[in-house]
């Protein structure tokens, strides 16, 4: 798991900051600009898709220290393996930014997140998406025995959406990782640090009460398994519609019986 988290998160940071490095290499070394704002979002909704199906199995593909918190206060993920999941995501998350300082040296501070606007709309654009993004993540959990491989397509597009959404504000983080890997390895981007760590905590704590109130946990043990990246799962969507065939087939012939108990003999 902790592998898995480490990888997930190394590739999502080297993407998502490696497109915003790119643009500025290729703007400014070879004259051209190529990635334009819907070719980023494209791009990462398709690396965050990819990862939830290459890691989701094994770790839950959290990729997010905020994702790992939500998971806890939802009642589906062990404290235990919260430092674990959070070591592995800051890992992966610096050792993608010292990669891309090996490739393309500090060109576009690494692709670190920064306001483009005043602090407070970036901040405020940062609770918002990432109110967003938990609230799809935990909804295609909770129901992740019906979505199936369906969910890594909804939180991927929903991912693309707000990267497009909120590149120009913000810079569309969402994940206090994704922007501290560049701030650590460039040394950069602290006095707007806050707004990429206290925002999406604030969406995610937003994103839990609301979803606790829109939809309380119902199948625990199908969350804990989606959320732990277990290949045990709970009640298959076979499985259900019968125990709910046969709901309706008893309640039926109860019907019937109790018709029957009050007709009154000719």
């Known amino acids: 798991k902790f592998v898995a988290e480490f990888i997930g998160t190394f590739f999502l940071v080297l993407f998502i900051c490696g497109i915003q490095m790119v643009d500025v290499y290729s703007a400014t070394e070879l004259g051209v600009d190529d990635v334009n704002l819907i070719s980023k979002g494209i791009i990462g909704g398709f690396v965050l898709a990819g990862l939830i199906y290459a890691f989701g199995g094994t770790s839950g593909c959290h990729l997010n220290p905020v994702v790992t918190f939500a998971f806890f206060l939802r009642g589906v993920f062990d404290i235990r393996f919260i430092v674990v999941y959070w070591a592995a995501q800051i890992a992966g998350a ?117 979803q606790r109130v829109i939809a309380p946990p119902r199948n625990i043990e199908a969350e804990k398994c989606s959320a732990r990246g277990s290949k045990k799962k709970g009640p298959s969507t076979a499985d259900i519609g019968e125990r709910r065939r046969k709901s309706i087939a008893d309640l039926e012939n109860r019907r019937r019986q109790s018709r029957a108990d009050n007709e009154i003999p000719v």
Request: hydrophobic letters at 55%; aromatic letters at 8%.
């Open 94 to 210: 610096v050792s993608a930014a010292a990669v891309l300082l090996g490739m393309f040296g500090d060109i576009g501070n690494l692709g670190m997140t920064a306001p483009s606007t005043t602090n407070e709309l970036a901040f405020g654009a940062e609770i918002l998406i990432t109110f967003i993004l938990l609230t799809v993540i935990l909804s295609t959990t909770e129901k992740a025995e019906i979505l199936g491989p369906q969910s890594a397509l909804a939180v991927g597009s929903v991912f693309g959406a707000l990267l497009l959404f909120a590149w120009n504000t913000s810079g569309a983080s969402a994940n206090p990782f994704r922007s501290l890997g560049p701030a650590i390895i460039g040394n950069t981007g602290w006095d707007t640090i806050w707004i990429y760590i206290v925002g999406p905590i604030i969406g995610m704590l937003l994103a839990v009460i609301v």
